[in-house]
C-alpha cells in the first residue's frame, strides 16, 4: 500500500533563533527528525525556510526587490551559501536519524517571473521519492525572467511541489500553536482557529490587510495563508502546528490530528 505523499515546511523561526544572525536551533532540529519516521521514506518531501540565515542577508541586499544594480550580486551569493549551510546541518541531523534525505537546490530546477514560480521540473523529485528517499528543499534566491533575480519563499515552493505532486497534505511546523483570529501576542482575546477552509482564509487575510506576526522578507502568517490557497483548490489538507512542541509533528504525520490548525 502507498502512503499518501506530505510536504512539510520546517518553518526558519522554528529552527532557527532568529533573534541571532546564523544561528540554528540544534535541539528542536534534532527532536524534529527524531518525530520523522524512517518508514515515511518515499512519502515525504521536506522544505525548510532561512530564518536567522537567509532572511538577514537578503534583507540587507534587498534581493527580494530582484536586480537594481551589481552591488546585490555578492549578497546573492552569500544569501545562497549560507542556506546551503542551513541545510547542511538539517541534512546532517536527518542522516543521523536515520532518514534517507537527499538535498535539492531549488535554483536549479525553480525558475520565477516576477516573483511567482513560472517553470518547475520536479521529475528528480518524483524519482527520488519512487527510490524511497525523502528530498529535502529549502528557500532560495533564484533567476526571475522580469527582475533578474528574486527571493523564493518555502511557503510557495510547498505549496506549488504539493499541486505538482499531487500531495494529500501539507504539514507546516511554525513557532506559535497554529492560526488565530488575531495576533495572539498582542490581543489576550485572540482565539485558536482549529479548522479552516479557503474561505476563511480570504477573510482572515482582508482582516489583517498587509499586517503580520513577524515581517521578514517573505512576510509571516498571512503569506503562508495565501501561499496556500493553490493547494487547498487542488483538495490538499494544510496542517499549521507549533514544530517546537514535541509529539505535533510526529501525529500529523501518523495520520492524526494534533493541536493547531486544519484547513481543507
Given at each position: 500500500m502507498v502512503t499518501p505523499l506530505t510536504v512539510l515546511k520546517l518553518g526558519g523561526s522554528v529552527i532557527t533563533n532568529k533573534k541571532k544572525k546564523s544561528t540554528p536551533s540544534n535541539r528542536t532540529i534534532s527532536q524534529i527528525m527524531k518525530?520523522?519516521?524512517?518508514d515515511i521514506a518515499g512519502s515525504l518531501v521536506i522544505v525548510h525556510g532561512g530564518g536567522s540565515y537567509g532572511h538577514h542577508l537578503a534583507k540587507h541586499y534587498r534581493l527580494s526587490e530582484g536586480y537594481r544594480?551589481?552591488?546585490?550580486?555578492?549578497?546573492?551569493?552569500?544569501?545562497?551559501?549560507?542556506?546551503?549551510?542551513?541545510?547542511?546541518?538539517?541534512?546532517?541531523s536527518a542522516i543521523e536519524n536515520g532518514l534517507p534525505c537527499v538535498s535539492l537546490q531549488p535554483s536549479a530546477f525553480v525558475e520565477t517571473k516576477n516573483k511567482r514560480i513560472e517553470k518547475i521540473d520536479t521529475h528528480i523529485i518524483a524519482d527520488l521519492l519512487k527510490l524511497r528517499m525523502i528530498p529535502l528543499l529549502f528557500g532560495d534566491v533564484v533567476l526571475d525572467q522580469k527582475l533578474g533575480f528574486c527571493v523564493l519563499s518555502g511557503d510557495q515552493l510547498v505549496s506549488r511541489l504539493a499541486t505538482e505532486l499531487e500531495a494529500k497534505q501539507i504539514v507546516l511546523t511554525?513557532?506559535?500553536?497554529?492560526?488565530?483570529?488575531?495576533?495572539?501576542?498582542?490581543?489576550?482575546?485572540?482565539?485558536?482557529m482549529e479548522k479552516m477552509a479557503a474561505a476563511d482564509i480570504k477573510k482572515l487575510i482582508q482582516k489583517r490587510g498587509k499586517s503580520t506576526q513577524h515581517p521578514d522578507v517573505t512576510g509571516e502568517m498571512t503569506g503562508k495563508l495565501r501561499e496556500m490557497l493553490p493547494a487547498l483548490k487542488k483538495g490538499t489538507r494544510v496542517i499549521i502546528l507549533n514544530g517546537r512542541v514535541p509529539g505535533r509533528l510526529s501525529e500529523?504525520?501518523?495520520?492524526?490530528?494534533?493541536?493547531?490548525?486544519?484547513i481543507e
Amino acid at each position: 500500500m502507498v502512503t499518501p505523499l506530505t510536504v512539510l515546511k520546517l518553518g526558519g523561526s522554528v529552527i532557527t533563533n532568529k533573534k541571532k544572525k546564523s544561528t540554528p536551533s540544534n535541539r528542536t532540529i534534532s527532536q524534529i527528525m527524531k518525530e520523522i519516521s524512517p518508514d515515511i521514506a518515499g512519502s515525504l518531501v521536506i522544505v525548510h525556510g532561512g530564518g536567522s540565515y537567509g532572511h538577514h542577508l537578503a534583507k540587507h541586499y534587498r534581493l527580494s526587490e530582484g536586480y537594481r544594480d551589481q552591488s546585490q550580486i555578492l549578497g546573492f551569493v552569500k544569501t545562497r551559501q549560507s542556506m546551503m549551510e542551513l541545510n547542511k546541518i538539517i541534512l546532517h541531523s536527518a542522516i543521523e536519524n536515520g532518514l534517507p534525505c537527499v538535498s535539492l537546490q531549488p535554483s536549479a530546477f525553480v525558475e520565477t517571473k516576477n516573483k511567482r514560480i513560472e517553470k518547475i521540473d520536479t521529475h528528480i523529485i518524483a524519482d527520488l521519492l519512487k527510490l524511497r528517499m525523502i528530498p529535502l528543499l529549502f528557500g532560495d534566491v533564484v533567476l526571475d525572467q522580469k527582475l533578474g533575480f528574486c527571493v523564493l519563499s518555502g511557503d510557495q515552493l510547498v505549496s506549488r511541489l504539493a499541486t505538482e505532486l499531487e500531495a494529500k497534505q501539507i504539514v507546516l511546523t511554525v513557532d506559535v500553536v497554529g492560526v488565530f483570529d488575531s495576533d495572539p501576542r498582542i490581543d489576550r482575546k485572540a482565539r485558536l482557529m482549529e479548522k479552516m477552509a479557503a474561505a476563511d482564509i480570504k477573510k482572515l487575510i482582508q482582516k489583517r490587510g498587509k499586517s503580520t506576526q513577524h515581517p521578514d522578507v517573505t512576510g509571516e502568517m498571512t503569506g503562508k495563508l495565501r501561499e496556500m490557497l493553490p493547494a487547498l483548490k487542488k483538495g490538499t489538507r494544510v496542517i499549521i502546528l507549533n514544530g517546537r512542541v514535541p509529539g505535533r509533528l510526529s501525529e500529523a504525520l501518523s495520520g492524526k490530528t494534533p493541536v493547531g490548525t486544519v484547513i481543507e
